[in-house]
């Protein structure tokens, strides 16, 4: 059991985890270019609240990597 988390193997999922991750909010961004939302319809607002969990779990998977990382990546 614990070959599974080799830290190889765990850079690999994290990387991953984030390419589907922004795979994700570019599907999003390109769905709503081309589309017309109303901004206060429910669609709308479950849209922000799955863009917001797909970014925590993007946060998630660089918080293992260090302070310094976190940091880089908050300020991009």
Do not use: E
């Not at 319809?41 to 998977?61: D, N, Q, Y």
């Amino acid at each position: 059991m614990s070959d599974l988390f080799l830290p190889k193997d765990k850079d690999k999922f994290f990387l991953k985890c984030t390419i589907a991750c922004i795979a994700l909010l570019i599907g999003i961004h390109i769905y709503l270019s081309i589309t017309l939302f109303d901004s206060s319809s429910k669609m709308f607002a479950l849209l922000h609240i799955v863009m917001i969990l797909i970014l925590m779990v993007m946060f998630l998977t660089i918080l293992p990597k260090g302070i310094v990382p976190v940091a880089i990546s908050c300020l991009g």
